[in-house]
């Protein structure tokens, strides 16, 4: 297996943490917003509302990296998980 590894010198994530979806080893990476990070088709970030967790939200993790299988391709982003700046 191949992936496209998003390259954390540009892109790092900033979550406030990783939601385990029920009965899969399978995540939702949740934003600092509260919204879901959604790896779209080219490996294009987005986000979705609270509670989302379609094809392009769920994500296999290992330390801090989260890999994304979206329409036949594999995307992988570096994560950081973070408190709440104030």
Known sequence: MFSAFIDPAHTVLAIERALPIPGNSLYTLILPSGRVFSCQP???????????????????????????????????WAFVIVAELE
């Open 42 to 76: 080219g490996g294009v970030p987005g986000d979705r509302d609270p509670g989302f967790d379609g094809g392009w939200e769920r994500c296999r993790i290992a330390g801090g990296l989260a890999t994304f299988h979206v329409d036949g391709s594999y995307y992988t």
